[in-house]
């Protein structure tokens, strides 16, 4: 897990009282919460979680939105997202997995497409 350095957002667990630090944490090739298959797989079922207050949870929302990622974290081993008002664990190494599904086809297509522009340029 990959954390973007930046100023960390501070929020409380809204029942213990617990402080948290959190950064955004790097996310390859996708967005989550774009896909319903791939947001299924991104939240860690009995995983841990994290009650927020509304105030919070705006913040937090607030500031994934201005990094672009979906995901934080405080210490780059347990991962979080924003799940109404409370942070779920995730599992950032879904959002890596996806880059292939969706680019196969191109790569083979370019290849092919390469391999018979060269195969062109050494005819002529």
């Not at 390859?28 to 009995?46: C, D, H, M, Q, T």
Request: with cysteine.
């Amino acid at each position: 897990m990959q954390l973007l350095i930046t100023i960390p957002l501070k929020i409380k667990n809204r029942v213990s009282g617990t402080r948290y630090d959190l950064l955004p944490v790097h996310m390859n090739n996708a967005i989550p919460s774009s896909n319903s298959e791939l947001w299924l797989r991104f939240l860690v079922k009995g995983g841990k979680s994290i009650p927020l207050s509304r105030d919070d949870a705006d913040r937090v929302q607030q500031y994934m939105r201005q990094h672009g990622f979906e995901a934080l974290s405080e210490d780059g081993q347990t991962a979080f997202t924003l799940a109404g008002e409370r942070l779920v664990e995730c599992d950032t190494s879904v959002c890596s997995d996806r880059l292939p599904d969706l680019y196969d086809d191109l790569f083979e297509t370019a290849s092919e497409t390469d391999g018979a522009f060269a195969a062109s340029q050494m005819a002529h």
